[in-house]
Every structure is written in structure tokens, then in C-alpha cells.
């Protein structure tokens, strides 16, 4: 019809009444017409991710879900300046996009980001440092957990790899694949629940596409099994720590 | 208790008055939307009347099928040739029923006689106990004490006057806004505290925010930040106390802005379908965070859309606590007894922020606030009935607030003192018994926990 709606939910732990809309609509609208008609780019954007006391209802990351669905892109942004970029990336993507925008970095996060418009291509994966001995893959706030713990590594004379996926999906195997041919290692991490997460998709592909490659299995640092916690929060979290204990087990492996 | 319904009863007793309805009567009535029981020989003509005065199903059989009625939805439906719509709006608003001015006087001074001096009394010491509990618990979480908190400030007389009206077996499904209901039930400050706290006698062993409270014992639901998702669940165990012919209702509370969600759609449907006994108290305060009603709906409020459900309802004067007794005590009975929903709209004013995560100064005046604060406050209105019947005084009042502060800072300093609930409990209660998995990740938990001792609070046992 010429407009691109831009709808915004408010917390992603109450985006659920639209799953249907989702799921059943946006995302089967052009194929089920036989590309008749499409969604004219909606783009829904939403806050996800802990922030310290969210407890259950303010803190989810339900990405795993919605990357369940053909016909949809997931984006997540690590920063602002990825935030500005893959958003308007998203807006003029002619396809439905849930973009989850992590709300621990709205107070947070401080960048110079260029005044004038740009984009940030979607399905394509950053490699943010460079390494030679595990690759780490993971998005949006989660990622400067990882920095943290690459930098640590590297001073344990441990050569990481970071990546940030961006998008989930469709996600960029062919990044993520060939810096597992060169390090031989993979670790994933995300806050949302491990079991079924995310990770779970990238870990099965790369396993499949790189089995003679490597050297550990993979890794997968996650928050726990549980409904997310208010008073034992530090718990639930994929903390620097457990990355690095992960990343240190993955090269003794 | 004994108590005896004021004269002023809603126009359903059936055992009261049952006018004639004549034709005009009836097209009058229904236009001012007040409805009276007809009598059966105007039933064919009336169909609307009919289907209000009992809970019986029509049997849809038309005699004679020359007659060209159309049954089918268990209802007569006649045909017109005068071209018809439904107006969009009524003329006049659904009337606001109260029993008190603005200034605390009986609207009918003879209805005094059927007050019970010593509810009023005890109504209007939880009120003042809910003021000042939330004051200070709101500031607590200004000074950083507890994370976050929701006040119920104007909407003391919704919370106190219904939960009056219930009984102690009726079983609330609550919003956020509405500790007062599990106060009057008793509910202790120090339980509260607890709570806000996430402490070791939190009753939800540390896991949610704070106001997220419940209590099985006091037939009060524990309370989830969704919205209105609490509405269906109401609606499905009123019909399990239908099926177990229990003597009790279940109680539903939410604001304006839940009536937008699917599930309060779903919810009335189910209910008037069903025949369940539950109650639905919105608290129409003017505010969903910062969406005021004038964007939230184009009905007149919400009263309205009960008739649209075939759910008998009311609006009542939510920030006067005697109006707000009365209604839910007959809304109780009726849907107890012949097992009906009933819907009432409580009007009143959020006077704090939606939230300590909220400034409401940025989006509506500062005055429109300070209005209803000091205006229109439910609780001094009920303290000035009171105090003009020499039923309370200043003395009473400065003694109840000086104690209820030295209560909540004993209160508070207690709940702060207390160590939180044992790490066990991130991995219990997921499930009725602990799965593998979460075995396995508990006893990773206490490795790494084990190892990095400073990633992790240190009120928190590791049992």
C-alpha cells in the first residue's frame, strides 16, 4: 500500500500477543499469495535482554523463537552505531524484521555515530577482532562480555576471534564457517536460556559443515534453564568468567 | 457481618420492584441504557429484556415458519424495513454510581443506619495503612533500598472498599495495583517488605520485582507484569468453583488499558458464555503509563462494553469507598448466586507515576496530579464522613500515622537485614521436581561460583 509500518514493543517479554500476527501473517504474507503481496517492509523493533532487575517479565531474549519462522529476519544490534545502521537496514529490507534492540545499553553506551544516514548489510556477521586459536560468535549486548573475555584470554596467550552474528537470521554461515576452518574452536553465547537457544542452531550447522575441522566440541555459554531471576540474576547470566573458563577449556580440550 | 444492602440497590434484586413494561417505557429505557425486569407477555416483543431477566437458555424453536423469525443465536430477532445503525455513543454517559460527596457527605443521610460503624472505621485504617505504606516504600526505592516499586496513591478506596466486599474464599487475580485487596486480607507490612526485598521469608523465594506479590493462603494469585493475562485465568476458575458448587466468586482486577488486550476480550466472552461467577473490577484511572483513556478507547468507558458481552455492569465512583463497598458486595451476590460475570468500572485517578521506573511530569500536568492529590484524595474523603459522624479525629488520625510510620521503618529495616533465599531456590519450583538438566547446571552454578566468589552477592546463601 506505500506505507512501512514501524511498530515498537515496548519490552520483548510482552511481544507474545503478536506471535500469531507474526508468525501466521507477516511471515507467510508473500508466499502464501504467490508473491501477490508482501508486508511492505514491517519492521518491529522491541527491547530485550537483562538489565540488572528486570526479573522475569523485563529481561527476556526471546530472538530463539521468532528464528523458528521462515519468511522473517531477526537483527540485533551491539551498539549504537550498528543500532543505526542495521536499523534503517531493517526499515528498507522488503521483508518482516524483529529487531531487538539490547535496553542494558540505552543508558550505557556512548559512540560518535555518523549524522547521515547509512546501512549496515543484513545476513552479514562482523569479525570485531581477529584470531587464530577459537572463534567466539555471539550479538547485541552479550558481545562486550565476550570482548572482555577475549581480552583476558589474550593475556592467558589464548588468540580469539570475535564475531558478532547481527543477524540471526538468515544468519552468515559462510563468515562463521570459514573462521572455524582456520581456528579449529567455536564458542557461542547468548543470555537467553540455553537449551533450544540459539547457539543450538549455530553449534548443529557448524558441526555439520566443519566436523574434520575441529578440535573441541562446541561451546556454548548461555543463561541457565529457569524463568529469568530476580534476586540470583548474577547467577543466571553468562558471565566473563564463564566465557573464559569455557574458552580456556575449549584450547586444553 | 450482618450487613444490610442500602436501599439503594442495583435495579437487578428481582425480588424488588418489577415495573410493567410497556412499549414506550421499554423504547425510553433502553435508550437511557437502564434496564428493568419485564414481564413475560412482552417478551416476544422485547427480546433484549428477556434475555437480562434470567440465566435460562431460549429454546430457539419457532411454531409457526411462516412467521419469518430469525432464532438462531437463542434469541428472537425481528426484521425492519426502517433502515437502523446503533449510534456510535449514547446521549447521556453510563451514570456513576456514589454514596458520598466529593466532601465526604451522605449523598442520602438517611442511609446511615445501614452503615456498620466499625467497617468504616476499619476500612479507613487499611486506606490510611496502604498510603502509607506506599510512601514509603517509594522512597525507599529513591534512596536505592529496594529496586522498584508501584504506588496505588488515589486508588486506596478501589483496593479497600471491594476487598471489603469479598469474602475471605473468593480468589483475586490482580493486576499490579492493587495491594491493598491482600492487605485487607491480612497480608502483614513486614510480608510486603519481604517481598520488595526478595528476602529468605519472601514467600516467592527472590525471584520477581518487587509488588509481585501472592499468597496461597490468602487466596490472592501472585501477581505477573502481562497485561490483563490474569483476566482469563480468573474466568476459568470462577467455573471450576461453578463446577465444585463452591459458595465463592473469583475477582479479576485491571486498569484501563487492559480492556485493549485480547485477553480481556476473551475473558468477558468466556465468562458470559460459560455463566461464570467472577467478578471484573476495572480501575479506570485515567492513565495506561502514558496513553490517557481519551487514546485508549472511543466508547464511554468501559461499563459500557458489558452489554456488548451480554455481561451485566456498572460504573461506580472508584475513589468513594462506600459506593465501591456496596457495588462489588451486589455484583458479588448476583454473580454468586446466579452464576453471572459482572463487570464494574471503577473511575478514579493514578495520583503516582505508573511506576519508579515512570515521570508522569513529562507527559501529563503537574497540576491535573496535584489536583486529584490533594482534591479528590479517597482517603481524606472517607476520613471526612467519618470525622462528621464523630467516628474518627484528629487524634485518632495523628496516632494511626505516627504508628503506622514507626511500624514500616522497623518494617523495612527488618526485611534489609535478612539474608536472600538460598541459591537452591534459581533451580527449584521450575518444575514440580528438578529435571537433569538443571541438576546438572546447579552444580555448575556452585563451581564457578566457587571459583569467582566476587562475580556474586553476598547475601546469598549457597544452599
Keep these: 500500500m506505500g506505507n512501512i509500518a514501524i511498530a515498537e514493543i515496548q519490552f520483548a517479554d510482552y511481544i507474545y500477543p503478536a506471535f500469531d500476527q507474526i508468525v501466521n501473517e507477516a511471515a507467510k504474507f508473500r508466499y502464501r499469495s504467490g508473491n501477490q503481496f508482501n508486508c511492505g517492509g514491517l519492521t518491529i523493533r522491541t527491547p530485550y535482554g537483562a538489565v540488572g532487575h528486570g526479573g522475569h517479565y523485563h529481561s527476556q531474549s526471546p530472538e530463539a523463537f521468532f528464528c523458528h519462522v521462515p519468511g522473517i529476519k531477526v537483527v540485533i544490534p551491539r551498539g549504537p552505531s550498528q543500532a543505526k545502521g542495521l536499523l534503517l537496514a531493517s526499515i528498507w529490507d522488503p521483508n518482516p524484521v524483529v529487531f531487538f534492540e539490547p535496553k542494558w545499553l540505552y543508558r550505557q553506551a556512548v559512540e560518535n555515530v555518523p549524522e547521515d544516514d547509512y546501512i549496515l548489510p543484513l545476513s552479514q556477521a562482523e569479525v570485531i577482532c581477529t584470531g587464530t586459536d577459537l572463534t567466539v560468535v555471539g550479538w547485541g549486548a552479550q558481545m562486550a562480555i565476550l570482548h572482555q573475555a577475549c581480552s583476558e584470554g589474550r593475556q592467558a596467550g589464548i588468540s580469539c576471534e570475535l564475531i558478532d552474528l547481527q543477524t540471526l537470521i538468515p544468519w552468515d554461515k559462510e563468515t562463521i564457517e570459514a573462521s572455524v576452518k582456520k581456528t579449529g574452536r567455536l564458542l557461542v553465547s547468548h543470555e537467553a536460556p540455553i537449551t533450544g537457544g540459539f547457539g543450538a542452531e549455530i553449534a548443529a550447522s557448524i558441526a555439520e559443515r566443519c566436523f574434520l575441522h575441529l578440535e573441541a566440541p562446541v561451546s556454548r555459554v548461555c543463561g541457565l534453564d529457569t524463568p529469568f531471576p530476580l534476586v540470583f540474576e548474577p547467577y543466571y547470566m553468562p558471565t566473563k568468567n564463564k566465557v573464559l573458563e569455557a574458552i580456556k577449556a575449549s584450547v586444553r580440550f | ?463
Design chain 2, 1 to 463: 457481618m450482618g450487613w444490610r444492602l442500602p436501599l439503594r440497590t442495583a435495579l437487578w434484586t428481582l425480588r424488588g420492584k418489577q415495573p410493567k413494561a410497556t412499549a414506550d417505557m421499554v423504547r425510553e429505557l433502553s435508550h437511557r441504557r437502564e434496564v428493568y425486569s419485564a414481564v413475560p407477555c412482552h417478551l416476544h416483543i422485547f427480546p433484549i429484556l428477556k434475555r437480562l431477566q434470567s440465566s435460562e437458555p431460549e429454546r430457539a424453536c419457532s411454531q409457526n415458519m411462516d412467521e419469518e423469525m430469525n432464532d438462531f443465536m437463542g434469541r428472537k430477532v425481528s426484521y425492519s424495513s426502517q433502515m437502523c445503525f446503533i449510534p456510535e455513543e449514547s446521549t447521556n454517559s453510563v451514570p456513576c454510581y456514589r454514596l458520598l460527596s466529593t466532601h465526604g457527605d451522605l449523598l442520602d443521610p438517611s442511609s446511615i443506619n445501614e452503615l456498620d460503624k466499625e467497617l468504616c472505621i476499619e476500612m479507613y485504617r487499611k486506606m490510611v495503612t496502604l498510603q502509607v505504606m506506599d510512601t514509603i516504600f517509594y522512597d525507599a526505592q529513591r534512596q536505592g533500598r529496594i529496586s522498584f516499586y508501584v504506588t496505588t496513591i488515589g486508588e486506596e478506596a478501589i483496593n479497600i472498599g471491594s476487598a471489603a466486599a469479598l469474602n475471605a474464599t473468593d480468589v483475586v487475580f490482580s493486576q499490579y495495583r492493587e495491594p491493598g485487596v491482600l492487605m485487607w486480607r491480612g497480608f502483614t507490612l513486614q510480608q510486603f517488605a519481604n517481598q520488595c526485598y526478595g528476602n529468605e521469608y519472601d514467600l516467592g523465594k527472590g525471584r520477581q520485582m518487587p509488588v509481585h506479590y501472592g499468597s496461597n493462603e490468602l487466596n490472592y494469585l501472585t501477581v505477573s507484569s502481562p497485561i490483563a493475562t490474569q483476566v482469563p485465568q480468573a474466568v476459568g476458575a470462577a467455573y471450576g468453583l461453578k463446577m465444585d458448587k463452591k459458595d465463592a466468586c473469583a475477582v479479576t482486577y485491571f486498569g484501563d488499558g487492559g480492556t485493549s488486550e485480547g485477553d480481556f476480550h476473551a475473558g468477558m466472552n468466556f465468562a458470559a458464555v460459560l455463566g461464570a461467577p467472577v467478578l471484573f473490577i476495572c480501575r479506570n484511572n485515567g492513565w495506561a503509563i502514558s496513553t490517557p483513556t481519551s487514546e485508549q478507547f472511543r466508547s464511554d468507558g468501559v461499563a459500557i462494553k458489558g452489554q456488548a458481552y451480554g455481561v451485566r455492569s456498572i460504573r461506580v465512583d472508584g475513589n468513594d469507598a462506600l459506593a465501591v463497598y456496596f457495588a462489588v458486595k451486589n455484583a458479588r451476590k448476583m454473580a454468586v448466586e446466579e452464576f453471572r460475570p459482572i463487570l464494574i468500572e471503577a473511575l478514579t485517578y493514578r495520583v503516582g507515576h505508573h511506576s519508579t521506573s515512570d515521570d508522569s511530569s513529562k507527559y501529563r500536568s503537574v497540576d491535573e496530579i496535584e489536583y486529584w492529590r490533594t482534591r479528590r484524595d479517597p482517603v481524606a474523603r472517607l476520613r471526612m464522613f467519618l470525622q462528621s459522624n464523630r467516628w474518627w479525629d484528629d487524634e485518632n488520625e495523628d496516632l494511626l500515622r505516627q504508628d503506622l510510620r514507626t511500624q514500616m521503618m522497623s518494617v523495612l529495616h527488618n526485611a534489609e537485614s535478612k539474608k536472600k533465599p538460598g541459591l537452591s531456590n534459581l533451580f527449584e519450583d521450575v518444575y514440580d521436581v528438578i529435571p537433569q538438566n538443571l541438576k546438572e547446571q546447579e552444580q555448575e552454578t556452585q563451581a564457578i561460583v566457587g571459583k569467582y566468589p566476587k562475580d556474586y552477592p553476598s547475601d546469598v546463601p549457597l544452599d
